[in-house]
């Protein structure tokens, strides 16, 4: 930093507020600096700032299953969000729930320095054993959570569910069919009430229910047993990939989606647009739960005791694969 100043004519202090975004700095002299910066190969050391400030300005984040869109996308939306806000994210992979396995992502996330850190596991096990955990840090779950849960931000699986099966009831579909996500997670099961409560409301019995394990494969097995159902006119599946699975199954069967079959997701992946049909789905918002995420870290480690916020609420996306039943 003393050459950075040297070469840009300034004070120490000057080259500091630059390299903290101050807006006490005119534009034409942080100009000169971040030029010098920039000739001089200058970089920060991290370290150094960390031992004088106690701050290092970092993330720590565990993540689960990121072979799965709903995972990657929040890992994503959080680093994104992170970096935005100032702090990086460092991110750790678990391969399995148990408590040894989450303590070791911690220890390795706390020997880091982080500040804060988020959970994005929707394993029921894991939640539970994420919540025993006793944390020098504020902790925050991303998945798997309830409305105004404290220290939790999470996008409402229950409507979600909900919105696609009123959508398959108000098109005249009596009885609609469900493929279940695992139901050791906690938002499978929430998109399973959603389901049943939908039914409910409308004093109807729902159709029959089908395990899927979020694969398409799963979805594809599903389908080949509704294909042979003569009563299922809608089916609403826990997720995309098994609802493409589901669709290519009833195809294969000669069953016409949506002529004979309704079909409506969950994710909104970007291949749900293009498949044929295009897939109804429901949307989640991903961007949005990294900046809620990031927004309520902040606002623990300005002191804030367990802040809460609301469900983000999903939204349904209408495309070809539903229609009004035939019969």
């Known amino acids: 930093m003393t050459d950075v100043a040297a070469a840009a004519g300034v004070s120490h202090q000057t080259v500091s507020r630059v390299l903290n975004g101050s807006e006490l700095v005119r534009d034409e002299t942080r100009t000169r600096v971040l030029a010098a910066i920039a000739e001089l190969g200058y970089r920060r050391n991290n370290a150094a700032r960390l031992l004088v400030t106690n701050r290092s ?9 990121l072979v799965l869109h709903g995972p990657s996308m929040i890992a994503v939306s959080v680093q994104d969000a ?49 919540r025993s955990l006793e944390m020098p840090v504020p ?8 409305d105004r849960q404290r220290m ?32 050791e997670w906690a938002e499978a099961r929430q ?7 939908a039914h409910e409301d409308r004093h109807v019995l729902p159709g029959p229910e089908l395990a899927g394990d979020w694969l398409p494969r799963s979805g594809y097995e599903a389908g080949l047993r509704i294909a042979e159902d003569p009563d299922v006119t809608a089916v609403f599946v826990a997720n995309d990939g098994m609802a493409m699975g589901l669709v290519y199954a009833l195809h294969e069967k000669g069953r016409d989606v949506p002529g004979e079959i309704s079909v409506v ?63």
């Open 191 to 197: 998109r399973r009430v959603g389901w049943q409560r």
């Open 82 to 130: 992170g970096h935005k806000a100032g702090y990086d994210v460092s991110l750790v992979a678990v391969e399995d729930f148990s408590s040894e396995s989450l303590r070791a992502a911690v220890d390795r996330l706390l020997d880091e320095a982080v500040e804060a850190i988020v959970v994005a596991v929707a394993h029921r096990e894991a939640l539970v054993q994420v």
């Open 265 to 327: 997701g969950f994710d909104n992946v970007p291949e749900a647009a293009y498949l044929w049909p295009a897939l109804t789905t429901v949307n989640q918002e991903f961007s949005l739960l990294g900046r809620r995420a990031v927004e309520l870290t902040l606002r623990a480690l300005s002191g804030e005791a367990d802040p809460s916020t609301e469900l983000i609420r999903p939204t349904l996306v209408v495309r070809d694969s539903t229609a009004t039943p035939q019969h």
């Open 57 to 65: 300005h970092r993330i720590g984040m565990i993540s689960g299953n």
């Open 152 to 183: 939790a931000v999470g996008i409402d699986q229950e409507v979600g569910a909900r919105l696609a099966v009123e959508h398959l009831l108000d098109l005249g579909h009596r009885h609609v069919a469900h493929v279940t996500g695992p139901l």
């Open 139 to 146: 902790l925050v779950v991303v998945q798997g959570v309830s």
